[in-house]
């Protein structure tokens, strides 16, 4: 592949789809306020809102993940510090365990540092092992014993969905090198995400169009098995067509793409289920026309630990 | 104005005062409450207010004073006075950053302590076209819920018919920082600026319940917002 440009040294796959996002948004954008002068709806002014915050996320992550890896890990550790902080309240902790919350969120910048430094070991033990035991421990000192399971119960789940599946977008920069593959760590980062902002996008798509049979009726009345079964097809068909970001062969990248499509609708059924639970439409109002960090970010949460194994395994295994 | 109540905060402020508070609300604490703490700030639609103006809120927890700070326009900041109780900030260093880094305006809550009317210390102030922050509950009460609004704004605005008052509602910062902590741990947000309420001829009473029910209604609208049906 030929660069496009040159600049902050960024490769030429990378460029390319940089070039393609940026044609698909500029090609939904057009479409919908197309469709809002011809018709005005409610559906067309809410694609509208969310296609100009697709357009603000968009520039934020190309920006973060071209010019710097230190840039790309400080963004992606505040995203993992926002979805903590935008779930604690509506979890309905204690807020006498105010010391406890303060511990999970220091969490955030130790987990990112051992991605940034390499120490791959510690970073997939740090949480789901030492932290598993110390923050049960720490709500213990507090000598007040009422409610304790449910607090023991949630932390390390929060830190387990939102810190570590998250932290794992940051790992795909300690990847051993693997001869002839180009696209580099950006490159992977860049395939995982659109492939999941697509999958969301896609089956929200399908749904809207031909979905007629829900899948989880009292989990999430809006997906459809129409909408999950197109979303997976054409998420996995492009998941193939981008492999150039990747070091996979056809097969593989299929099936990476079928994983990552179906961990994005776990995740995203998991946090349906949540906040059903604690009564709330969506996570939080940090996204206009999307909600909040959570509502936005639960199906990357899902599929960042799959993804970068399968990749880890496919390119170790070759 | 030369006829006011020569109280303290009525003195003019120097460049330098107005630069530290505009360095301090719009640029320190703006990024605090927008990148640490994560509070959202929703703006009802309206035009600029030019002039003497009184933000009212409800209020839970010291952030709220801060916070009503960053909403403030740069070029009035440093003519903007929260109001707080002179028994709870009345001496040392937590009276020394009240007046200094909060620019706030001391009063005593009750009359007979001073022998002083706040009211009238206020009326002055608004008359030298300062504006005011208010939290008409008059004390944080219980975490998340609100109390009843004391007469303060009722006579204030019926005494300064024109003056708009802007009702302003604070969701969640009681989480961030509760009474009786010193410890901020961020827990998220909102901050709903409504529509100014402008009086002309109304009452005491009838003001103190309007201004109310727009807090109110805002912490409703808000709640009902996300609500599952």
């Not at chain 1, 593959?181 to 580099?184: E, K, L, N, V, Y």
């Not at chain 1, 031909?210 to 899948?215: A, E, N």
């Not at chain 1, 709330?280 to 909600?291: D, F, R, T, Y």
């Given at each position: 592949m030929t660069k496009l440009i040159d600049v902050w040294g960024m490769n030429a796959e990378v460029q390319w789809v940089i070039f393609i996002i940026l044609g698909i948004l500029v090609f939904s954008s057009t479409a919908w306020y197309i469709l809002g002068k011809v018709r005005p709806s409610k559906l067309a002014t809410e694609l509208q809102v969310r296609t100009k915050s697709w357009w603000i996320m968009c520039a934020c992550f190309i920006l973060s993940t071209v010019v710097h890896p230190v840039i790309t890990h400080l963004g992606l550790a505040f995203l993992s510090y926002a979805l903590l902080r935008e779930m604690y309240p509506l979890l309905k902790l204690?807020?006498?365990e105010r010391n406890v919350v303060l511990l999970c969120y220091a969490v955030v910048p130790v987990q990112y540092a051992l991605a940034y430094y390499g120490k791959t070991e510690i970073f997939l033990a740090f949480i789901p092992v030492f932290m598993f035991v110390i923050i049960p421990f720490v709500l213990v000192t507090r000598g007040e014993t009422q409610g304790i399971v449910r607090s023991i119960s949630l932390l390390p789940y929060s830190l387990v969905a939102w810190v570590y599946g998250m932290s794992h977008l940051a790992l795909l920069f300690q990847m051993p090198e693997i001869p002839g593959?180009?696209?580099?760590p950006e490159g992977l980062l860049l395939y995982l995400i659109f492939l999941v902002g697509m999958n969301d996008v896609l089956q929200f798509a399908w749904g809207k169009t031909?979905?007629?049979?829900?899948?989880l009726p009292r989990v999430?009345?809006?997906?459809t098995w129409e909408g999950l079964i197109g979303g997976v097809l054409s998420t996995t068909l492009l998941a193939i067509g981008l492999r150039?970001?990747?070091?996979?062969?056809i097969w593989e990248a299929a099936f990476t793409g079928f994983c990552v499509a179906v961990a994005g609708f776990m995740g995203d059924a998991i946090a349906s289920g949540i906040k059903r639970d604690v009564g709330?439409?969506?996570?939080?109002?940090?996204?206009?026309?999307?909600?909040g960090y959570l509502d936005r970010l639960d199906g990357f949460s899902a599929a960042a630990a799959p993804f970068f194994h399968l990749i880890y395994f496919f390119s170790s295994a070759s | 104005m030369s006829n006011v109540n020569p109280s303290s905060a009525l003195k003019p402020n120097s460049f330098v005062k107005r630069i530290m508070l505009v360095l301090l609300y719009k640029v320190f604490w703006r990024m605090i409450f927008g990148l640490v703490i994560g509070m959202k700030y929703i703006w009802a639609d309206h035009v600029a207010l030019k002039g003497p103006v009184i933000y009212i809120a409800n209020h839970n927890s010291h952030l709220d004073a801060m916070a009503l700070m960053t909403v403030v326009p740069s070029s009035r900041i440093h003519l903007t006075h929260s109001v707080a109780a002179q028994d709870f900030f009345g001496s040392g260093f937590k009276r020394w950053g009240m007046l200094h880094l909060v620019n706030a305006v001391l009063i005593s809550r009750?009359?007979?302590?001073?022998?002083?009317?706040p009211i009238e210390q206020l009326d002055a102030m608004l008359l030298a076209g300062r504006s005011l922050i208010l939290f008409p509950e008059g004390t944080r009460g219980v975490p998340g819920s609100m109390g009843d609004f004391k007469r303060g704004v009722g006579h204030l605005a019926s005494r300064h018919p024109g003056i708009p008052v802007v009702p302003i509602y604070l969701d969640g910062l009681y989480r961030n920082l509760p009474k009786g902590r010193n410890m901020i741990v961020p827990f998220g947000g909102t901050l709903l600026v409504g529509k100014p309420l402008v009086f002309s001829h109304e009452g005491v009473d009838e003001i103190t319940n309007a201004t109310q029910a727009a807090v109110e209604s805002m912490a409703l609208e808000l709640k009902n917002a996300n609500r599952l049906t």
């Open positions: 204690d807020l006498r593959f180009t696209a580099g031909i979905g007629k049979h829900p899948v999430s009345p809006n997906k150039f970001l990747t070091p996979l062969g709330v439409k969506n996570s939080g109002n940090a996204i206009p026309g999307h909600g | 009750s009359r007979k302590a001073s022998g002083e009317d």
